[in-house]
T-cell receptor, first 114, second 111 residues
């Protein structure tokens, strides 16, 4: 069975500083990987996804993530954060071909400080 | 383009009352449909998913149920709500193997 671990529940960072949100997964088969963002009292919005090909994936709002198969990781990065990036971020995994679809991590609250 | 509608946005219900949350999808056919629950300070828990009309898979045993009476309609129900049913409920749809698209959510408070 697939699982996702987000190692940090809270990440405070100052505005314009870089940030990395960590995500590790486990699965016995090939996977698709996703990062979602959730603003307060809203649904989830897709930031980026890895399906195949290049291991460095670029998404919206200046975020990028790198798939590392040997370390089973998919960490999310941004070189310079803004106040508006304050939100909860979820990593998710889907086993390719599975109708059960996504398994989510427990989320990381990113708080950007002025 | 595809859109997903979920309502109501907020709901306050007494313990023991029934529940019905509705979700509809437009602009796509035969989607996979999902109900998730997000408790305060916690991640997303998959409650039910459906790959077709009348086909419901339950992930967590509880007093909630789901139904899919039409291809693009997914309903979450309960006959008697518990305090522990409070949370943020999210409906989502997906194509066969790609990312899920979420509704705006329903904030349920059981009092």
């Amino acid at each position: 069975a697939q699982s996702v671990t987000q190692l940090d529940s809270q990440v405070p960072v100052f505005e314009e500083a870089p940030v990395e949100l960590r995500c590790n997964y486990s699965s016995s088969v090939s996977v698709y990987l996703f990062w979602y963002v959730q603003y307060p009292n809203q649904g989830l919005q897709l930031l980026l996804k890895y399906l195949s090909g290049s291991t460095l994936v670029k998404g919206i709002n200046g975020f990028e993530a790198e798939f590392n198969k040997s370390q089973t990781s998919f960490h999310l990065r941004k070189p310079s954060v803004h106040i508006s990036d304050t939100a909860e971020y979820f990593c998710a995994v889907s086993e390719s071909g599975s109708a059960r679809q996504l398994t989510f991590g427990s989320g990381t609250q990113l708080t950007v400080l002025p | 383009s595809q859109t997903i509608h979920q309502w109501p946005a907020t709901l306050v219900q007494p313990v023991g009352s029934p529940l019905s949350l509705e979700c509809t999808v437009e602009g796509t056919s035969n989607p996979n449909l999902y109900w998730y629950r997000q408790a305060a300070g916690r991640g997303l828990q998959l409650l039910f998913y459906s790959v077709g009309i009348g086909q419901i898979s339950s992930e967590v045993p509880q007093n909630l149920s789901a139904s899919r009476p039409q291809d693009r309609q997914f309903i979450l129900s309960s006959k008697k709500l518990l305090l522990s049913d409070s949370g943020f409920y999210l409906c989502a749809w997906s194509t066969r193997t790609l990312e899920a698209f979420f509704g705006q959510g329903t904030r349920l408070t059981v009092v």
